[in-house]
């Protein structure tokens, strides 16, 4: 399909791209607006490592075309904090060591954002039911729930 | 302490500025040629180097490896970096300091002893004369052999920065960690390679006439190339190469079969193929046994296993005339460079790979296939990188796999209940089809060219290594006759190679169940079974301390409830590890808690080693209760999450670990350890709950169904 701009907010920060609008969000977030923390692992939707925040919710950046993201608000892992104001996720998964080779981490980080946001305090049930989704080859799981449990304490 | 030998690769790689110098910003530089393959061993050997120079960690840069300027360490596995770069390193900076602590004695004119050394800095009382490594350390020092004894006696002190943290988490926390996938080179462009899912076939050469066409008018696409069976798209962008893809597929190009066992015959299977049988271990009985009562028989087994990464293969290459520079995750840079050399026709040193982290890795994955893939289709860049990453079907379908194996046993016991012979007989294909070890490139893209390299038939390690199928299969207990037979399997209708662990997974449950099943049916405790019967303490150890954590003896009335316990030492030379598994049996098996101890010897980094030592008993879990590839006479056809489904949150126990600091004793891996242990003790705690053995991985639903039904 022919090249077409589409406006959409970035990290809060108003963009636009003109790119086929089949193009998956992950392939321009990497290849068009070069922001690498989100991940491929599957192209399929099945594994969570690509997950960024839409319009508030958790979504495979993977299998989600960019003319679905026109006029919406993506936040990506950049988008999340920084060294200096960093997310409470970001500092528990720090302090929780929650990761090995680190691949499904950006996925994790931003659907656990996405579920902190409707639910500040959410049972330890909940946690794990939100990250069902998003796999880890590593093992890492437990910690991973600690971190969050941590970030909403 | 009593000094260990002097380790192997230090006496490949005497040289001390083969391990340690300074870089150009004053730094401290550590080489090491193991690898960053999401287990964090980097930070390991910085934590270890920075102690025995008495250095901030910080302070330490930790080279990334590439054959240009690291030591060949050869393969990052078998849970050996911190027993063969770790004691290295460890030489290495306590030669260092000891070598810049004369030196600063002499240019100051003061005698040695009185020289003190706090936070890198060397002085003398009053803190006069201060000097840091970097105003001490020339050319010459660098040049000396490490002599080892300046590495002094611990005297029960652990590890001195035990307790600092990973600093990559951090930077992958805060998504600004860089991995192959993220490398942008100048003029870089994006290539795939598509290949049939067996290792050989026909291509339908009508079907090719008309995809060629179709390829090269893809908007973005640069170059189709077609070597054998390989097809090769170069493209300007990465998102042009999946239209190709589809194009691919929907072409059928490829003809052939490869035909395997149907699941339910898979021992069968194994050991009517050829084999080559060799006898591990031979060991009379030094005195008759009193009176052998009974004997247990019986065979455990599992199907093939998937590697299952969460990301995805991928490399980068450039050739420069007949230089060609590759990028790589590979678990061993100057094995890939050596069969890269081999594949392309070309002196090694034209070959230069360079390390750069990918995600997980458990084995041998397809980083070293990816590479060549990369490399050979990089001829047709006029010199441009090419960036080549395999998409998740191609990552299920062409990786190597876990070996598929079957364990008899034999165990005859005497009058008073003890084990008085053994015998275990393992049947599998070889465990390793690595690069860089043979004379024809063992490099899945090299078999498949118009002149294919022949393939490469997995082998196992010598036993004094480790063994591959036979990894463990040598029982741990004091038993008078022992004969271990391991019958490797010669045919391999599909790729198989080194999965984390090898042989330990299958011959540790087959070992354990045994003990288990022995112990119950003589109406004695499992864990006072095993003790009884073991005269290692450090063994002993590992079990006293497992049996206190998950309150051994103590028992819960849940209805389904059951569990059990497994021990083993890796290797046998390596790592203890004892787990116990409690579980409920629902309409599956329902894992509630591993609790595993295990003794490492010196543990340098607690956090990490526990971080490997759980993740590896829940990849072992998950292995155990539900995976098995599913694979056609096309090839393997679980090629995605949903065909081959692994742990997730709603599986994944709670998971208690507890280490036995010896800081007296040589530090040991942790990344294997836990695998067989855990898969005995999910079977033994099945047995518990159930009162019905499971024998054939994975336990799934319906292989209690069966079981319960008596099948």
């Not at chain 1, 068009?32 to 925040?53: D, F, N, S």
């Not at chain 2, 003398?124 to 001490?136: D, H, I, M, N, T």
């Not at chain 2, 002149?451 to 480790?466: D, E, K, R, S």
């Amino acid at each position: 399909m022919a090249a077409a701009p589409i406006q959409f907010t970035l990290n809060r920060q108003a963009t636009s791209v003109e790119v086929d609008p089949d193009r998956t969000l992950l392939d321009v977030l990497r290849n068009v607006l070069g922001l690498k923390a989100t991940r491929l692992g599957c192209g399929l939707g099945q594994c969570g490592a690509c997950t960024v925040i839409l319009d508030d919710h958790a979504v495979s950046s993977c299998d989600t075309p960019m003319w679905s993201v026109a006029g919406k608000s993506v936040i990506t892992l950049e988008g999340l904090g920084t060294r200096e104001a960093p997310h409470p996720l970001q500092t528990a998964f720090i302090e929780e060591q929650a990761l090995q080779c680190g691949w499904c981490t950006s996925g994790m980080l931003m659907r656990a954002a996405a579920l902190l946001q409707r639910d500040p305090r959410p049972p330890e049930a909940d946690i794990k039911a939100a990250l069902e989704g998003n796999l880890c080859r590593c093992g890492v799981h437990n910690r991973v729930v600690r971190a969050v449990r941590k970030a909403c304490a | 302490m009593t000094l260990p030998p002097i380790p192997e690769h230090l006496r490949k790689h005497p040289r001390l500025g083969q391990w340690l110098d300074i870089g150009p910003d004053g730094r401290i530089r550590a080489h090491s040629g193991k690898v960053d393959i999401g287990q964090g061993i980097s930070h390991a050997l910085r934590l270890l180097v920075a102690e025995e120079l008495q250095l901030a960690p910080a302070e330490i840069h930790m080279v990334s490896p590439t054959t240009a300027a690291s030591p060949d360490e050869a393969v990052t596995s078998g849970s050996l970096s911190i027993q063969h770069s770790g004691a290295a390193l460890r030489y290495a900076a306590a030669h260092l300091r000891e070598a810049c602590r004369s030196r600063y004695a002499a240019t100051c004119k003061v005698p040695r002893e009185s020289v003190l050394l706090e936070n890198g800095t060397f002085f003398v009382e009053g803190g006069r004369c201060p000097a840091v490594y970097s105003g001490l350390v020339d050319t010459a020092m660098l040049d000396a052999e490490v002599e080892p004894r300046h590495l002094a006696p611990r005297d029960g002190r652990p590890s001195a920065f035990g307790a600092m943290g990973r600093t990559d988490i951090e930077s992958k926390v805060f998504g600004e960690f860089e991995y192959i996938h993220d490398l942008e080179l100048p003029g870089m462009c994006h290539g795939a390679v598509f290949r049939p899912r067996i290792l050989q076939a026909d291509v339908d050469e009508a079907a090719w006439a008309r995809l060629e066409p179709e390829l090269a008018a893809i908007e973005g696409v640069v170059e189709v190339v077609r070597d054998g069976m390989l097809v090769g798209v170069l493209a300007e962008a990465e998102h042009v190469l999946s239209q190709a893809g589809r194009k691919v597929e929907q072409a059928n190009l490829w003809r052939g079969t490869a035909p395997g066992p149907a699941p339910h015959r898979l021992a069968a299977w194994l050991k009517s193929q050829p084999l080559d049988t060799t006898v591990i271990l031979d060991r009379e009985a030094q005195a008759p046994h009193a009176g052998a009562t009974r004997v247990f028989r019986a065979e455990y087994g599992r199907a093939w296993l998937q590697h299952g990464s969460i990301g995805l293969c991928c490399a980068i290459a450039r050739w420069s005339g007949a230089q060609l520079h590759v990028w790589s995750h590979t678990q061993g840079i100057f094995n890939l460079r050596r069969d890269l050399a081999l594949a392309f026709g070309l002196p090694a040193d034209a070959v230069t790979v360079r390390h750069a982290e990918g995600a997980g890795c458990y084995g041998h994955n397809g980083a070293d296939d990816v590479a060549f893939d990369a490399a050979w289709i990089a001829r047709r860049a006029n010199g441009r990188p090419v960036r080549l990453q395999w998409t998740r079907q191609q990552e299920m379908a062409n990786s190597p796999m876990g070996c598929a194996m079957a364990v008899g046993i034999e165990a005859t016991v005497d009058a008073a209940g003890r084990v008085v012979a053994w015998k275990q007989e393992v049947w599998s294909q070889g465990h390793g089809t690595r690069p860089g070890r043979g004379d024809a490139p063992a490099l899945l893209g090299a078999w498949q060219t118009a002149q294919p390299a022949p393939v490469t038939i997995a082998v196992n390690q010598p036993p004094a290594t480790g063994g591959g199928s036979d990894r463990n299969a040598v029982p741990p207990y004091a038993i008078a006759r022992v004969q271990v037979l391991n019958h490797r399997v010669l045919a391999m209708p599909q790729r198989v190679s080194a999965l984390r662990s090898l042989g330990a997974h299958v011959n540790v449950l087959a070992a354990e169940s045994t003990m288990d099943e022995i112990a119950r049916s003589l109406g004695r405790d499992p864990l006072e079974y095993r003790l009884a019967q073991l005269q290692d303490e450090r063994a002993r150890d590992v079990l006293h301390r497992v049996a206190r954590l998950a309150g051994w003896g103590t028992h819960g009335d849940e209805e389904g409830f059951g569990r059990g316990i497994g021990y083993a030492r890796y290797k046998n030379t390596g790592a203890w590890c004892a787990v116990v598994a409690d579980l409920v049996i629902e309409e599956e098996v329902r894992l509630r808690k591993l609790s595993i101890a295990a003794d490492l010897g010196l543990v340098v980094h607690p956090d990490g080693a526990r971080n490997q030592i759980e993740g590896g008993a829940i990849q072992a879990a998950s292995w155990t209760l539900r995976e098995a590839a599913d694979i056609g006479p096309q090839g393997i056809r679980s090629d995605d999450w949903e065909s081959y489904p692994v742990f997730s949150f709603a599986d994944v126990p709670e998971v208690e670990v507890s280490l036995i600091d010896r800081p007296d004793m040589p530090s040991l891996g942790a990344g294997e350890c836990s695998a067989g242990p855990t898969a005995a003790a999910i079977a033994n705690a099945i047995h518990d709950a159930l009162g019905v053995r499971l024998r054939f991985m994975p336990f799934t639903a319906d292989a209690l169904m069966a079981a319960a039904q008596g099948d």
